[in-house]
C-alpha cells in the first residue's frame, strides 16, 4: 500500500512538472544557452532607478554599458581618463548578478575631436593615432582586467555595401586599425572574449566583409569570439532570411554570434532611413507618431509576433549564440523615441512603459522551455 502510495505521488509530481512552468523568467529559460540582458544608461547603473534594478535581477544575467564606456566618456582629453561613471557601471553589475560587457573600445562615432589630430589641427601620422589606440585599450581594458566578461572592440567599421567606412582611423591608418585593436585588447586581458559589433548585418556586402575580417583576424592568430549584429530591427525589416543567412555565415567562420542593441520599431520610417548610423536626423512629422495614445491591438500583436520571429532563429541556433542584448529596458527610456527623430512615441522593448512584461516575453518563456 505504502508502495503505491508513493508511485502515486511521483506519477503525480512528474505530471505536475510537466504541466506547471518550469521557468518563470527570461534568464532562466534563454540562460540556460546563452547570456540575455539590456543596455543600461548612467542613471540605470548608479542605481537610480528601482523598477529597472528589478527587472535586471529578475529577467537578466548581463548588461552592457549605453554610453559611459565609449571613447569621449572615458577619455575626454589625451591622457586623462574618466572612470567613474564605468566604475559605477561594473559594480553595479557585480551587485546584481550581471556578467558586465564592455562597450566600446573603438568606434568613429563619440570618439574625442583630439584623438585624430596634433596640436596643428591637421590629422596626426599612422603611428601616432596606432599609439594612440594602444595607449586607450591598455589604459580600459587594463583597468578592468578579470571583471569584464567580454569587449566590443571595434564598432561598425563597415559599410552596408561592404566597403570600410572612411573613417580618421581607416583613413590614417588603413583596415589594419581593427587588427591593432584586438591585439591590444587581448594583451591587456588575456581572458576576456573579444567582439566585432556592427549594423545593418543582413546585408550581403557587409556579411561578407565581416566573415573576411574573422577570417583575417584569425589567419594572424588573433582572438575574436563572436560578431555582434546589432539588431534594430522593424516590422518590415530586415529581410529574415538575409538575417538568417548572416548568422549561418558567421557560425561557419568558427565564432559565435551575438545580438546585440536589439529593439523591434512599430514606427513608420523617413524615406530611405537604415541602420543606426546616429548622424541620421529627421524632421518632425505627424504621421510619422501614429501611436502616442498607445498601440492598437494589431500593431501589437505583429509586434509580439516579430520578435518571435527573430527569437526562433536564436533558438534555432541556440547552441551558437554567446549573447542577446536588449538596447534599453523599458520603452520609456529607449532611444528610439527619439531617433531618428526627436519626441516620438515607440514601444521597441520587452517591458512597458511601467516596467511591465509585454505578452511576448511569456511567448519567449515558452519557446526555450
Known sequence: MNKTIRLTALLAAVLTTAILP??????????KYSLIGSSLNQHQSAGLDARCTAIMRTHFNTAVAENCMKMESLQPVEGVFSFAAADQFVNYCEQNGLVPIGHCLVWHSQCPKWFHVGPDGKPVSREVLIQRIKTHIATVVGRYKGRIHGWDVVNEAIEDDGSYRKSPFYNIIGEEFIDIA??????????AELYY??????QPGKRATVCRLVERLKRKGLRIDAVGMQSHNGLKYPDLAEYEKSIQAFIA???KVNFTELDVSVLPNPWEFSGAGIEQNFQYDERLNPYK???PAEV???????????FRLYYKYRDHVGRIN??????????LNDFPIHGRTNYPLLFDRDYQPKPVVNEIINLYR
Open 293 to 295: 495614445g498607445g498601440l
Open 326 to 335: 536588449l538596447w534599453g529596458v523599458s520603452d520609456a527610456n529607449s532611444w
Open 197 to 202: 559589433n556592427d549594423y545593418s548585418m543582413a
Open 300 to 310: 501589437q500583436q505583429a509586434f509580439t509576433e516579430r520578435y518571435m520571429q527573430f
Open 182 to 191: 584586438f591585439e591590444a585588447a587581448h594583451a591587456a586581458d588575456p581572458d
Open 253 to 255: 567562420q568558427g565564432v
Open 22 to 31: 518550469a521557468q518563470t523568467t527570461l534568464k532562466e529559460a534563454v540562460g
